[in-house]
């Protein structure tokens, strides 16, 4: 049989390569992952309801809960939250459902995420606490509240020696700001 783009059996044609998808993206996108990151309350609510657990991870190891909260959707955070989703849930890279909202600057998220117990003193790979994250990205409001909840955060270094103020942009005043005291 000669290597054709339709099917020998049908007149239907062949997907072209830049159509396919593996399974797990396919699995992403039917999941909770897709409905928690894309912040469709209702069909996160749905799949929750069919019995989906909260806290399934997908091929890389995130919740619905790192994508709701690095996307800033606070709704279908605290409907996971709600849930039973695990507020410290870890990456691969041990990164923590706080340290990605914390990245993006979502100050809404960052502050469900501690007053549901959200530990700010745990560290992905690198070393770095979500305030490490947060001033790395010059996000003053999000520094300030993680200050407010764990002043201890402006002393922790990361694996390279750096403390979070380091990490802030040359000359933002988020540098003054969150410096620990001499």
Known sequence: MESSPHCAHCSLQAASASTHQTLDEMDFERGIWSAAMNGDLGRTQALLQKGTEPNQRDSSNYTALHYASRSGHEAVCRLLLDSGACVNALTLGRATPLH???????????????????????????????????????????????????????????????????????????????????
């Open 100 to 182: 990605r909202s914390a990245y993006c600057g979502h100050h809404a998220v960052v502050r469900m995420l501690l007053r549901h117990g959200a530990d700010p003193q745990l560290c992905d790979d690198d070393g770095s606490s979500a305030l490490h994250k947060a001033a790395a990205q010059g996000h003053q409001e999000v520094c300030d509240l993680l200050i407010q909840h764990c002043p201890n955060l402006r002393n922790l270094k990361n694996k390279k020696g750096h403390l979070p103020y380091q990490l802030a942009p040359e000359g933002h005043l988020l540098q003054e700001l969150i410096r620990p005291p001499l």
